[in-house]
């Protein structure tokens, strides 16, 4: 088991630049999720998904697209990249309720910098 | 709308000593996790907490649970250089469409001999 991996790792952009950041699970969970951790800020929701095919808007979505087109996958893209994005992006998933596991496990994170 | 709140924010221990994080949430939350993180790392689970009065140890840290008072504490004994980290505690509601958590803007633990 890999868990949960994020490509890339690191990635620089020029501002108005657009990427793609991808977090893929092999533990068949049902919900993933999309967080930022800026310094001195803990970690802020972006984007979540209860379902392959369904997104929902976290705390801070705005700049930010996220598809879920297949189970083990969930995307989150930048269209034009701003230097307010500069930040450590994290993947996480968990199963549904009702299973009695509760955990949302982690990605390794994508350190973004916007210039 | 569910705010958590950490204190203290930046904590330095001597080894050996005992302490205790705080972590306060605002409205009712079904579940509240803690985690760490080592720099430039990804969170490591801890521990889960659902229920009220729900006590949880592994080594030197010991979590509690009191929902009356929307309060959890990650109580550290005896501390070691090891434990040296960033802890964060996180609220939130699970079921229906809602899965997230809201986070704590965590607190930083240094060990010193």
């Known amino acids: 088991n890999a868990g949960v991996t994020q490509t890339p790792k690191f990635r620089v952009l020029k501002t108005g630049q657009s990427m793609t950041l991808l977090c893929a699970q092999d533990?068949?969970?049902?919900?993933m999720y999309w967080y930022r951790q800026d310094p001195g800020m803990g970690l802020r929701l972006i984007h979540y998904s209860v379902g392959e095919g369904t997104t929902a808007k976290g705390e801070v979505p705005d700049g930010y697209n996220v598809s879920r087109l297949k189970k083990q996958n969930f995307l989150l893209g930048l269209e034009s990249a701003a230097p307010s994005q500069t930040s450590v992006y994290f993947c996480?998933?968990?199963?549904?309720?009702?299973?009695?596991?509760?955990?949302?496990?982690f990605g390794p994170g994508t350190r973004l910098t916007v210039t | 709308e569910l705010k958590v709140e950490q204190n203290p924010l930046f904590l330095s221990m001597q080894e050996g000593k005992n302490y205790t994080i705080y972590c306060n949430y605002s409205t009712t939350s079904d579940r509240l996790y803690w985690y760490r993180q080592d720099p430039g790392k990804s969170l490591e689970s801890l521990f889960v907490l659902l229920s009220n009065g729900a006590v949880k140890q592994e080594g030197r840290l010991m979590a509690s649970l009191d929902t009356k008072a929307r309060l959890s504490t990650l109580h550290i004994t005896a501390a070691v250089h090891d434990l040296s980290a960033t802890y964060f505690c996180a609220a939130g509601n699970y079921g229906g469409s809602q899965g997230n958590l809201i986070f704590g803007k965590g607190t930083k633990l240094s060990v010193k001999p």
């Open positions: 533990m068949n969970h049902e919900y």
């Open positions: 996480a998933s968990s199963p549904p309720p009702g299973q009695g596991r509760y955990e949302q496990y």
